[in-house]
């Protein structure tokens, strides 16, 4: 893959950021949840369960999105950062959308 397919990914900011099924989303749904890995599965599980507040929770959606995008893209970590930060006009407000939907994949996976 590469930054025009990311571009295509992302061409409905709005949609991503209200459409739970949106492909961006879904996929780093399972990300998170274990369809990319046990690795991936293990290391972010254990780090979002260390988060004490929202400032960590922020920090880990930042970091697993990241990597997330990068893999998916073949991308580096300065390419993804600098897409999202210009594809947003308000990146927190994704970045708030991202804990929920991680907050939603580990209240699942405990059920």
Excluded at 25 to 50: A, S, V
Excluded at 78 to 93: G, M, P, R, S, T
């Amino acid at each position: 893959m590469t930054i025009e397919q990311m571009q295509n990914d992302f061409n409905d900011v709005e949609n991503i950021l209200t459409d739970e099924n949106h492909v961006v989303r879904r996929y780093f749904r399972m990300f998170l949840n274990g369809d990319y890995g046990q690795e991936i599965f293990e290391k972010y599980y254990k780090q979002w369960h260390n988060c004490k507040n929202t400032r960590n929770k922020r920090s880990f959606i930042i970091n697993a999105f990241t990597e997330f995008n990068c893999i998916d893209y073949d991308l580096s970590r300065y390419q993804v950062k600098k897409f999202l930060l210009n594809a947003f006009e308000d990146i927190e407000v994704l970045n708030d959308i991202l804990i929920n939907d991680a907050e939603q994949v580990y209240l699942e996976l405990n059920d």
